[in-house]
């Protein structure tokens, strides 16, 4: 089961996170920042796969921007890699070319993107038309108006 998913930059600043299990709002800022610093800290060579605490960590950078998820230990770590990759294609595939800009300045629609992917922590989705289909027809019917 994913626990929860964390986009931040290379500075350490959270861009987006969503979580499947509960976490005191209070928690999750040193949550966040010990999960970020384990895998900034990392060098490019090696591995993507880190245990922390009673979960593991999958990981995956892109450009200044480290996608950070925290899934089970029954959780399948190579199929969280590829959810990773698919949701950058997502991204990429709406904003043509996403930056962290895109992200910070619609992040409505990211956790749209991001719910037709997942629920409750567990994948839902991977086609990336079908993950896209709501975005897109919610963004025709604010072209009509």
């Known amino acids: 089961m994913i626990k929860f998913f964390l986009m931040v930059n290379k500075q350490g600043q ?3 996170s969503k979580y499947y299990e ?3 709002i209070g928690k999750r800022p040193s949550l966040e920042a010990d999960v970020v610093k384990g895998c ?3 060098k ?3 591995c993507s796969f880190v245990e922390y605490k009673d979960f593991k960590l999958v990981y995956r950078q892109y450009a200044a921007l480290f996608i950070v998820v925290g899934i ?3 959780e399948n770590e190579l199929s ?3 959810l990773i990759h698919n949701f950058v294609e997502v991204l990429d595939k709406y904003f043509s070319r996403v930056s962290e800009l895109d992200i910070m300045f619609n992040l409505d629609k990211v956790h749209v993107i991001l719910d037709e992917m997942i629920q409750n922590g567990h994948i839902v989705e991977t086609n990336k038309n079908r993950i896209l289909a709501p975005l897109l027809a919610l963004d025709k019917m604010a072209e009509a108006h």
Do not use: A, F, M
């Open 14 to 16: 959270t861009r987006l």
């Open 22 to 24: 509960q976490v005191d």
């Open 40 to 42: 900034l800290t990392r």
């Open 44 to 46: 490019k060579e090696q």
């Open 72 to 74: 089970s230990d029954t």
């Open 80 to 82: 969280i890699y590829e």
